[in-house]
Nanobody, 115 residues
């Protein structure tokens, strides 16, 4: 199983980025996918999740209303649209997949928001 996050970069406060998480090696449509982030010196924070059977979504309070998670089962991909970015959103963003009782992590992508 492989997950690869991409789409990070440097953006000014108020700007937008769209992250992608490409998943391979499992039945994508039967997995729940989540985005986490980790800033230097801080604990890893779960920020968004999309479940497999009905595409229900859950967001942390810190990103609710600004970030949107979506999935494209035909492409085995999950996206995180991030709008109204703030400097405190600066972190490494990682995706994971829950398939059955197994949890898989991918490599992260750096997001830096300048003030």
């Amino acid at each position: 199983v492989q997950l690869q996050a991409s789409g990070g970069g440097l953006v000014q406060a108020g700007g937008s980025l769209r992250l992608s998480c490409a998943v391979s090696g499992l039945t994508f449509g039967n997995s729940a996918i989540a985005w986490f982030r980790q800033a230097p010196g801080k604990e890893r924070e779960g920020i968004a999740c999309i479940v497999s059977d009905n595409d229900d979504t859950v967001y942390s309070d810190s990103v609710k209303g600004r970030f949107t998670i979506s999935r494209d089962n035909s492409k085995n991909a999950v996206y995180l649209q991030m709008n109204s970015l703030k400097p405190e959103d600066t972190a490494v963003y990682l995706c994971n997949a829950l398939f059955g009782v197994n949890l898989y992590w991918g490599q992260g992508t750096q997001v830096t928001v300048s003030s």
